[in-house]
């Protein structure tokens, strides 16, 4: 049994900061990826960042130099720090990792989403 548990999420301001993390417990030998994504009303899932198991990183044009996507692999934990952020950042935001199960099987897992609300 494999669990992600997000957490961080909630109403800010234009322009403030919020820190989602995403916590993963269970049969999990390795974690290959982690990754964030987002989907907001109306609209489909999209990427927002990804780290790979050796610190590679990937942004969305849209948040990059605002957002930074960084992972503790003793924790087997991944954060996603959000920066100067804006309204059209409301969304209900997804960790997916991909890792590898103590029977050597590989598996893809979603969270069950944190809302991010950026409003005035």
């Known amino acids: 049994q494999v669990q992600l548990v997000e957490s961080g999420g909630g109403l800010v301001q234009p322009g403030g900061s919020l820190t989602l993390s995403c916590a993963a417990s269970?049969?999990?030998?390795?974690?290959?990826?982690m990754g964030w994504y987002r989907q907001a009303p109306g609209k489909e899932r999209e990427l927002v960042a990804t780290i790979t198991n050796s610190g590679r990183t990937n942004y969305a044009d849209s948040v990059k130099g605002r957002f930074t996507i960084s992972r503790d692999n003793a924790k087997k934990t991944g954060y996603l720090q959000m920066n100067s952020l804006k309204p059209e950042d409301t969304a209900v935001y997804y960790c997916n990792v991909v890792f590898e199960t103590d029977t050597h099987q590989w598996r893809n897992y979603w969270g069950q989403g944190t809302q991010v609300t950026v409003s005035s």
């Open positions: 269970g049969s999990i030998f390795s974690i290959n990826a």
